[in-house]
């Protein structure tokens, strides 16, 4: 299996999979998520692997969609959302515990990257955010429906609207993450709890995992479904194209109206 911007790893029963895109702090582009989906159906596919660890190289788990793939037409765009809805939902059905191992910026897509997995495990200096508002846009993989259902309406509204980045202890009182670590041990807690989930039946866990993300998702779809057309409206706004040429001409943006 090639990978250029994936690093994947097997240790005994786990596959660990990191987002290798330091200088873009990870940022989501085509390519990346090409290589993600591809590691993922690797595990999935493997006998040997039990259970899989996402985490990122350097000080970011995963700053979002690649701004710069909002740049281009509008099929283009509309490709790029899609391959990214496929990887999270495949993500979501795979027949084995996917693990977040969050170790440091968790922004826009990749906070629902993270909260696609089915544990988050936060090192305490990592940060969450749903930050696509101060780019003139808003969530588009999942984040509006997901918050509201994990940390209620009125802590989803403060996120979205908002768009701040927040820590990692905040994010556990909301109940978004499962447990908050010393950066130093996040990696062994992450494979900690992966043992714990490998001496667990194969065929009950693929089970329950099913049971649990697809109950989730009978809830959620139509949300998810409002979410998505609404980012295609959101993203084909003037003040779309105003928020996300400030961000790359490194300035503040301008709204219009
Ligand atoms: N898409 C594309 N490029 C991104 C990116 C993204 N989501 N996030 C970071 N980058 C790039 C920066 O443009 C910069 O590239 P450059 O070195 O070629 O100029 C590089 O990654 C490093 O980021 P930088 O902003 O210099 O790091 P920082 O430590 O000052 O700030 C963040 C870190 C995460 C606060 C800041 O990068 C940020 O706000 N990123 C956007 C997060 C976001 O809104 N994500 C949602 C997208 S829908």
């Not at 990122?56 to 509309?78: H, L, N, Q, W, Y």
């Not at 908050?180 to 866990?205: H, I, N, W």
């Not at 609404?230 to 943006?253: D, N, Q, T, W």
Request: charged letters at 25%.
């Amino acid at each position: 299996m090639e990978l250029k911007y994936v690093a994947y790893e097997k240790k005994e029963r786990v596959a660990v999979i990191t987002l290798n895109r330091p200088e873009k702090l990870n940022a989501l582009n085509r390519d990346v998520l090409t290589d993600l989906r591809k590691a993922l159906e690797e595990a999935e596919k493997d006998p040997e692997v039990r259970v899989v660890i996402i985490t990122g190289t350097g000080k970011s788990f995963c700053a979002g969609a690649d701004i710069t793939e909002f740049t281009k037409g509008v099929a283009d765009v509309r490709g790029f959302i899609e391959l990214g809805r496929e990887v999270f939902e495949f993500i979501e059905n795979m027949s084995k515990p996917v693990i977040a191992a969050v170790n440091g910026y968790a922004l826009g897509g990749g906070f629902e990257l993270a909260l696609s997995c089915d544990f988050v495990i936060a090192a305490s200096s990592a940060a969450f955010g749903s930050t696509e508002i101060n780019l003139g846009i808003v969530p588009g993989w999942g984040a509006t429906q997901k918050l509201v259902f994990m940390a209620g309406l009125a802590k989803a509204r403060e996120i979205v609207m908002l768009g701040e980045v927040f820590s990692a202890e905040e994010a556990l009182k909301h109940g978004i993450v499962h447990r908050v670590v010393q950066p130093e041990k996040l990696m062994d807690e992450a494979m900690a709890l992966a043992v714990k989930l490998c001496q667990k039946s194969p065929t009950a866990l693929a089970i329950a995992k099913a049971v649990l993300s697809r109950s989730a998702r009978s809830i959620l779809a139509p949300g998810l479904e409002l979410e998505r057309s609404m980012f295609y409206v959101a993203v084909s706004s003037e003040e779309a194209k105003e928020g996300i040429s400030a961000f790359l001409e490194k300035r503040k943006p301008k709204w219009q109206s």
